[in-house]
């Protein structure tokens, strides 16, 4: 059972760069996110998704978009990466939504951007 | 203003030792609070979830307490192992909004043998 999987691990862009971050779950999860993680902040939401074809705005969507074709993949781009998105970032799944269910995390993946 | 404020932000004890992470918050209305533990290069892994009607819970040598009155939690981990350094989160969930999780920045816990 891999749980929540992230690809790729990391990643070195330059600025102005677009790419695409893969998460995928096989735990048949209605809900999933996407966090960023900086030094000394607490976990931010970008975006969610409540179900597949649904994706919602979190605290910082700024600068992303996303979207969820399948229910079992979540994905993250950058369409003109700068140096403020550097960062790691953890796509997450639950059963039920943000209030009640339990949060399980893919291992993360470390953007640069130059 | 919903906030969750953790301390120490960080830690150091020598291994078999006990020790206790603490965690404030101002969420509300209160839905649950959450301990999580992140090994370096790892995603947060759950520890302990909490209802407003639960005082203590625990997971092995984790134990979470909350009151709910205070809006204080603490994580007490006994017999410390080396296993069990990592950052420790404080996740607190509100019952209303779209975003209603709060996260703590972490207690960094290192233990030296």
């Known amino acids: 059972n891999a749980g929540v999987t992230q690809t790729p691990k990391f990643r070195v862009l330059k600025t102005g760069q677009s790419m695409t971050l893969l998460c995928a779950q096989d735990?048949?999860?209605?809900?999933m996110y996407w966090y960023r993680q900086d030094p000394g902040m607490g976990l931010r939401l970008i975006h969610y998704s409540v179900g597949e074809g649904t994706t919602a705005k979190g605290e910082v969507p700024d600068g992303y978009n996303v979207s969820r074709l399948k229910k079992q993949n979540f994905l993250l781009g950058l369409e003109s990466a700068a140096p403020s998105q550097t960062s790691v970032y953890f796509c997450?799944?639950?059963?039920?939504?943000?209030?009640?269910?339990?949060?399980?995390f893919g291992e993360g993946s470390r953007l640069t951007v130059l | 203003k919903n906030q969750v404020e953790q301390s120490p932000q960080s830690l150091i004890i020598l291994e078999g030792k006990n020790c206790t992470l603490q965690?404030?918050?101002?969420?509300?209305?209160?839905?649950?609070l959450r301990w999580y533990k992140q090994d370096t290069g790892r995603g947060p892994v759950s520890l302990t979830i909490m209802t407003f009607s639960e005082n203590t819970k625990s997971n092995g040598r984790y134990t979470a307490t909350l009151d709910a009155d205070t809006k204080q939690s603490s994580l007490h981990i006994t017999a410390s192992q080396l296993s069990d350094s990592a950052s420790y989160i404080c996740?607190?969930?509100?019952?209303?909004?779209?975003?209603?999780?709060?996260f703590g920045t972490g207690t960094r816990l290192t233990v030296i043998p």
């Open positions: 996740v607190v969930s509100s019952q209303t909004g779209a975003n209603n999780l709060f």
């Open positions: 965690c404030n918050y101002t969420v509300s209305p209160f839905s649950n």
């Open positions: 997450a799944s639950s059963y039920q939504g943000l209030s009640t269910g339990e949060l399980f």
């Open positions: 735990m048949n999860h209605e809900y």
